[in-house]
């Protein structure tokens, strides 16, 4: 991710100051006291003001002072609308766009962006427009849009290839393959940064050039390619030195010390380490100092020293724990769980052994979604390749105006046919789905309807109070709830992960309601994926609302509510939601029945392609006489499967 930073942000820079891409752009007190004056002086070109401006804005504040910055970009803006010059306009939105970026506001900065792209397209402004590109394909690859980012990057490339702008080509090229490098596609990665490479060196950008060495590095050793990695990361450790840059310096020693340590060069790599572990430890980069805390420790554990490395692995093991680096977690536990195997510990080296597993999972199954997410990209690749060649096909093609009818004729009859067929065959099955998932979407919003304005009478107490700390809290919780509940509301199934976030922070706001504790507990003792495991969306949460407004409501004391998963046989999933509260009896009406329940039951009975000979869903009071226990039945449906 940061990586994509440097390099995007490296093209924003140089785009901003009247497109000369110098190696370096140096804003001295005196030229700054020039610009100053260009600006004020109101004898001067508008476009000469406006061109001052810009560059004070991007050289001097933005990335020192960006919240000065957004207020000169504003008066750009402004300055610009009034005087009709759409370019600065374009290029002040571009600034806007971009200060919301630093400050982590995505539909915000995607908004001035998307703005800005409109006038660049109107205007033909090929330089803005290249950057606007670029900076909008960062954000769709942070929000793992891949699709829509390489779209967008790819518009770049083209632009920046019709205007014969090497900067820019280099930029976009490494974008490209910093993008086929988060998606796990090596060999694409290496096409582009090595394309991206040649034109770096033909432009000697020091700047990037580095990072582009380093990420090649990085593909040669992730290749275990030791000695093909060595000179590039050497070139980019000596390129950062000269630019002044430890950041990259610190990870190409990295770099370098884990390649000696791989070839068993234990004092060649330890050296490089620590000189990394002391750039890391400078610059405040935790998860650096923890990668290089787990490296130097499987030195001391190749030499045999178990104690030392024992103290390094443990530094390492805390960061991850502190920072939620699955990466460093996995390879911290399994350091661990050598030392504790050659050390005769064998209830830790279990332990260690068993964190090592979950975590390399949890990373195995991130891996095989962007196996899934590259076959995306490629499909839509091909699909619009195979658009493209069917064009080019139809444009050769003389077919007569007899010929022509009659195959629109023989088309149609048959669609026809097929649809007549279709509707006789399953018009009761597609009209009973339908009238279900109109009752669903409208429980969605019956449950967003009253849930929302108690939930906002929250939150204007707490404001009320004063008490801003937990008002602010509460009201990012309720926007996060909302989308969620926009979201599941829009598919059909979701993931049981997702299902319980939803429900954790829906108990959340009940809390608030009946101002007492709901202890919630997920029981999965049969280790389900439930990451991987689909289940109708928005379907326990009507059981929830039930458990909560019909029993717990009116119990006094301790409030409770247990969600379990386990397997029924092999292809069948069990749900149980168990709470402590008053019971059936306390909703009054012995013959009422819930709305969102009778939903429930007819929403899982859709689900099996006949009726079952089993109850799939049934709600009674606890054996025990306290609560209710309601039991689900559905097909064990795996995402991946």
Same mark, same amino acid.
């Given at each position: 991710m940061c990586i994509r930073k440097i390099i995007s942000i490296s093209c924003i820079l140089v785009c901003s100051f009247n497109y000369t891409f110098a190696e370096d752009i140096e804003i001295t007190p005196k030229s700054l006291d020039s610009l100053w004056a260009v600006w004020k002086n109101t004898a001067r070109y508008d476009s000469a003001r406006l061109n001052a401006m810009d560059v004070i804005c991007w050289q001097v504040y933005l990335f020192s002072q960006p919240d000065s910055a957004r207020y000169y970009a504003q008066q750009i803006y402004d300055f610009a609308v009034r005087k009709k010059n759409t370019i600065f306009q374009a290029k002040a939105l571009n600034i806007l766009g971009t200060y919301f970026t630093i400050k982590d506001k995505e539909d915000s900065a995607v908004f001035y962006y998307k703005k800005g792209l409109l006038l660049c397209r109107k205007t033909k402004n090929y330089y803005t427009l290249s950057s606007i590109l670029n900076n909008l394909s960062n954000i769709e690859y942070e929000r793992a849009n891949y699709v829509q980012s390489l779209e967008y990057i790819y518009e770049s490339l083209r632009i920046s290839e019709q205007i014969k702008d090497e900067y820019l080509?280099?930029?976009?090229?490494a974008n490209i393959g910093s993008t086929y490098g988060g998606l796990g596609d090596s060999e694409k990665e290496m096409v582009f940064f090595q394309r991206a490479l040649k034109h770096g060196r033909t432009i000697n950008q020091k700047n990037v050039i580095k990072t582009i060495l380093f990420n090649i590095g990085c593909n040669y050793y992730n290749k275990r390619s030791f000695l093909e990695a060595k000179p590039y990361y050497d070139e980019a450790l000596k390129i950062s030195y000269e630019v002044n840059d430890n950041?990259?310096?610190?990870?190409?020693?990295?770099?370098?010390?884990?390649?000696?340590?791989? =070839?068993?060069?234990?004092?060649?790599?330890?050296?490089?380490?620590?000189?990394?572990?002391?750039?890391?430890?400078?610059?405040?980069?935790?998860?650096?100092?923890?990668?290089?805390?787990?490296?130097?420790?499987?030195?001391?554990?190749?030499?045999?020293?178990?104690k030392t490395a024992l103290k390094y692995v443990q530094e390492a093991m805390r960061i991850a724990d502190e920072e939620n680096d699955l990466?460093?977690?996995?390879?911290?536990?399994?350091?661990?769980?050598?030392?504790?195997?050659?050390?005769?510990?064998?209830?830790?080296?279990?332990?260690?052994?068993?964190?090592y597993k979950s975590t390399?999972?949890? =990373?195995?199954?991130?891996?095989?979604?962007?196996?899934?997410?590259?076959?995306?990209?490629?499909?839509?690749?091909?699909?619009?390749?195979e658009i493209i060649k069917e064009q080019n096909r139809l444009k050769d093609l003389k077919l007569t105006r007899r010929s022509y009818i009659i195959v629109v004729m023989m088309i149609v009859a048959l669609l026809s046919f097929v649809i007549y067929y279709l509707i006789m065959k399953q018009n009761k099955i597609l009209a009973a789905k339908k009238?279900?998932?109109?009752?669903?979407?409208?429980?969605?919003?019956?449950?967003?309807?009253?849930?929302?304005?108690?939930?906002?009478?929250?939150?204007?107490?707490?404001?009320?109070?004063?008490?801003?700390?937990?008002?602010? +809290?509460?009201?990012?919780?309720?926007? !996060?709830l909302m989308r969620m509940v926009l979201a599941n509301n829009r598919e059909k199934m979701i993931a049981i992960s997702s299902e319980i976030e939803l429900l954790e922070k829906y108990i959340l706001f009940e809390e608030q309601r009946l101002k007492d504790k709901i202890i919630f507990t997920v029981v999965n003792t049969e280790h389900i994926e439930l990451g991987n495991v689909i289940i109708p969306s928005m379907l326990l949460q009507p059981v929830i609302e039930n458990s909560i407004w019909h029993g717990l409501r009116f119990k006094e004391?301790?409030?409770? =509510?247990?969600?379990?998963?386990?397997?029924?046989?092999?292809?069948?999933?069990?749900?149980?939601?168990?709470?402590?509260?008053?019971?059936?009896?306390?909703?009054?009406? $012995?013959?009422? !029945?819930?709305?969102?329940? +009778?939903?429930?039951?007819?929403?899982?009975?859709?689900?099996?392609?006949?009726? $079952?000979?089993?109850?799939?869903?049934?709600?009674?009071?606890?054996?025990?006489?306290?609560?209710?226990?309601? !039991?689900?039945?559905? $097909?064990?449906?795996?995402?991946?499967?």
């Open positions: 080509i280099m930029s976009n090229l950041t990259q310096a610190s990870t190409a020693l990295l770099g370098l010390g884990r390649i000696f340590n791989e =070839i068993g060069k234990n004092d060649s790599s330890m050296l490089y380490l620590q000189k990394s572990l002391d750039l890391m430890k400078t610059l405040g980069d935790e998860n650096g100092t923890g990668n290089v805390y787990d490296e130097i420790a499987t030195v001391y554990l190749s030499d045999g020293d178990y990466f460093l977690k996995r390879n911290a536990a399994e350091t661990l769980y050598k030392i504790y195997k050659n050390t005769n510990h064998p209830e830790k080296a279990l332990e260690m052994f068993e964190l390399n999972d949890s =990373i195995i199954n991130d891996n095989n979604h962007k196996v899934l997410l590259r076959s995306q990209l490629q499909y839509e690749f091909d699909k619009k390749a009238a279900v998932e109109l009752e669903q979407k409208l429980l969605g919003s019956q449950m967003s309807t009253h849930f929302t304005f108690n939930a906002i009478n929250s939150i204007q107490e707490y404001i009320l109070n004063n008490q801003n700390d937990e008002a602010h +809290y509460y009201l990012s919780e309720f926007s !996060k004391g301790q409030k409770e =509510i247990r969600v379990h998963f386990s397997k029924l046989d092999t292809d069948k999933l069990k749900i149980e939601v168990t709470d402590n509260g008053t019971g059936l009896k306390s909703m009054g009406n $012995p013959n009422h !029945k819930s709305h969102g329940l +009778y939903i429930i039951k007819e929403r899982i009975g859709l689900l099996y392609t006949k009726k $079952p000979d089993f109850t799939y869903f049934d709600i009674r009071n606890n054996s025990n006489g306290s609560g209710t226990i309601t !039991k689900i039945i559905i $097909p064990l449906i795996d995402e991946y499967n």
